[in-house]
């Protein structure tokens, strides 16, 4: 069946850097787009970054462009996101999903399976 395993969360401090990988089984991994979202407490969850099945193009929600980069490597059924200069409202827990292109931009599968996530805080 369908895996996604987030890792490399963690307690940070402001300016901190992290990388996040999702470990995926089950599918055909790099026929996917693939997409990070993140949820803090009593906010909505929003799409963080998004990349095509083969890299080739990425995006990102303007709040992180220039602080994340998302990446993956289809030979390990892994999608990575780095996280740099962070900040405090980056606190969150971070998912990755499987998704599709929408003309620029980008959608979760619906009804797909979602991962357990990973936490990252930021703070002093």
């Known amino acids: 069946q369908v895996q996604l395993v987030e890792s490399g969360g963690g307690l940070v401090q402001p300016g901190g850097s992290l990388r996040l990988s999702c470990a995926t089984s089950?599918?055909?991994?790099?026929?996917?787009?693939m997409i990070w979202y993140r949820q803090a407490p009593g906010k909505e969850r929003e799409l963080v970054a998004a990349i095509t099945s083969t890299g080739d193009r990425t995006s990102y929600a303007d709040s992180v462009k220039g602080r994340f980069t998302i990446s993956r490597d289809n030979a390990k059924n892994t999608v990575y996101l780095q996280l740099n200069s962070l900040k405090p409202e980056d606190t969150a827990v971070y998912y990755c999903?499987?998704?599709?292109?929408?003309?620029?931009?980008?959608?979760?599968?619906?009804?797909?399976?979602w991962g357990q996530g990973t936490q990252v805080t930021v703070s002093s």
């Open positions: 089950g599918f055909s991994f790099s026929v996917y787009v």
């Open positions: 999903v499987r998704g599709y292109g929408l003309g620029q931009s980008f959608r979760p599968l619906p009804g797909d399976y």
